[in-house]
Nanobody, 127 residues
């Protein structure tokens, strides 16, 4: 069965860093991260295409977060630097089944485009 296992969440002071990891049980196309803060809707954070040359970020994390992947290990990483209290949320890994003729080169930023989700990992940033 398909599994996405997340790790790396925790408590950090504002300005600090965390590295989130998501290990998948098989190869996927686009993979990404979403987050949900208390009382708010789930929002897109970052995504990366299968060949890793295409990346997408929500405006609020550009320059601070970096997404990467290792297809040999079926793993996607979110390196989060200069964390802010507003980054506090549960972070979810998402994986998309390859579809269409350009699946290798697209980074999907819409939640409904993803087929599988991790359990989530808590990130808390204190001020």
């Amino acid at each position: 069965q398909v599994q996405l296992v997340e790790s790396g969440g925790g408590l950090v002071q504002a300005g600090g860093s965390l590295r989130l990891s998501c290990a998948a049980s098989r190869t996927f196309g686009s993979m990404g991260w979403f987050r949900q803060a208390p009382g708010k809707e789930r929002e897109f954070v970052a995504a990366i295409s299968w060949e890793a040359s295409t990346k997408s970020y929500v405006d609020g994390v550009k320059g601070r977060f970096t997404i990467s992947r290792d297809n040999a290990e079926n793993t996607v990483i979110l390196q989060m630097n200069t964390l802010k209290p507003e980054d506090t949320a549960v972070y979810y890994c998402a994986a998309a089944t390859p579809r269409g003729s350009i699946w290798r080169t697209i980074a999907r930023d819409i939640a409904q485009d993803y087929d599988y989700w991790g359990q989530g990992t808590q990130v808390t940033v204190s001020s």
